[in-house]
């Protein structure tokens, strides 16, 4: 039974930073993308960043420059440092995990086969 649980969330002051964690357990294997998606209220949940497992990275264009991703593969963990908020990057935060290549773009959010359960990020 795969989790995926994230951590890292809080409020904060604009032009503050966070830095958000997702753990995942019960899967040995190595995940081909781990992604962070958020979802602010009364809109559509966007990509925020992407890793794969050979390290290729996307960012989203509202966030770059001022996020960064990493993660460890070995222990299937993927880390969002999060710099310079911005009152509209008030959402909830999920880390999502696909196993496969083939999956499309990173940002295909259908295409991944894991969700955590979100973390709130509030930015004031």
């Known amino acids: 039974h795969v989790q995926l649980v994230e951590s890292g969330g809080g409020s904060v002051q604009a032009g503050g930073s966070l830095r958000l964690s997702c753990a995942a357990s019960g899967y040995t294997g190595t995940f081909h993308c781990m992604t962070w998606f958020r979802q602010a209220p009364g809109k559509e949940r966007e990509e925020v960043a992407g890793m794969y497992s050979d390290r290729t990275i996307y960012f989203s264009d509202s966030v770059k420059g001022r996020f960064t991703i990493s993660r460890v593969n070995a222990k299937n963990t993927v880390y969002l440092q999060m710099n310079s908020l911005k009152p509209e990057d008030t959402a909830t935060y999920y880390c999502?995990?696909?196993?496969?290549?083939?999956?499309?773009?990173?940002?295909?959010?259908?295409?991944?086969?894991?969700w955590g359960q979100g973390t709130q990020v509030t930015v004031s």
């Open positions: 999502a995990a696909r196993k496969w290549p083939g999956g499309g773009s990173w940002y295909v959010a259908d295409k991944y086969d894991y």
